[in-house]
């Protein structure tokens, strides 16, 4: 999908797509994090960081995926050696959004395989660093395709630690542990309830709580008053398709 050419002078701004409410809810994941290494995984999430970084969120650190520290043009503006890097992921300091294969209702994410973890029907990313993420510094998750493939009730194998066994492992795994939100192409998802069970915390424009129910395969919780995910402003939209994203990477991620 080509990326929509900008308006005339005067003229109204096209729609706002279903990919741009999906980055507006991935950057609300940064807000007021304050000076934290923002490691988003995924052009969506990507371009939320830097839309937090130009807006809302001034002091988020963003890198090169390497060694070095980056402005909002790509030039280097730090340098983070490795042990520094991992002295942030292990103090609380670094928030990263992945993708995840499955997901289950706390919140234990799997990218490694699919069945029996002897003898998988589907051999997958593989456990990688998804366990001290998870434990070490807050979590959050971006799901492109929201199905009952991914949101499952129990996933095959547990790479990502959800809320159930970081209580159960006790207050070593629940000191920076958390999942701040789960962010799909038709809503935006929290653990706010009384057992750390996921719940629906906003729709995109046009879906459903009936859309979003079929296609996960949990009971989920829903308050009786679902809010929608809030409108970007115009100096947003403005940042997303002119400066950040005008390739339209963001589309096809999520097409409308």
């Known amino acids: 999908m080509s990326p929509a050419s900008p308006p005339a002078p005067g003229a109204p701004a096209a729609a706002v797509t279903r990919a741009e409410y999906c980055v507006i809810a991935c950057a609300e994941a940064w807000r007021d994090n304050?000076?934290?290494l923002a490691s988003p995984m995924g052009p969506i999430p990507s371009i939320g960081a830097r839309l937090a970084k130009h807006t809302f969120s001034p002091d988020l650190l963003l890198t090169d995926g390497e060694a070095m520290l980056v402005?909002?043009?790509?030039t280097p503006e730090g340098w983070l050696p490795y042990r520094q890097h991992l002295t942030m992921v292990t103090g609380g300091r670094r928030h990263v959004m992945m993708g995840a294969s499955q997901l289950d209702r706390f919140g234990n994410q799997n990218i490694s395989c699919v069945g029996d973890w002897s003898r998988p029907t589907r051999q997958l990313l593989g456990v990688r660093g998804a366990p001290v993420n998870t434990l070490n510094n807050p979590t959050s998750y971006w799901v492109p395709r929201h199905s009952p493939r991914v949101f499952v009730e129990r996933v095959d194998m547990v790479c990502g630690v959800g809320y159930d066994r970081a209580a159960a492992a006790g207050?070593?795994?629940?000191r920076f542990h958390r999942i701040p939100r789960v962010v799909s192409d038709l809503g935006v998802f929290d653990f706010a309830t009384a057992d750390h069970s996921m719940r629906l915390a906003s729709l995109h424009p046009g879906v459903t709580v009936e859309q979003v129910r079929e296609a996960t395969g949990f009971g989920l919780?829903?308050?009786d008053e679902v809010p929608r995910t809030r409108e970007p402003t115009p100096e947003e939209l403005r940042l997303i398709r002119e400066v950040i994203d005008p390739g339209g990477a963001r589309d096809r991620e999520v097409r409308s």
């Open 34 to 36: 304050g000076e934290v």
């Open 171 to 174: 207050p070593s795994a629940t």
């Open 221 to 223: 919780s829903v308050p």
């Open 71 to 74: 402005g909002l043009d790509g």
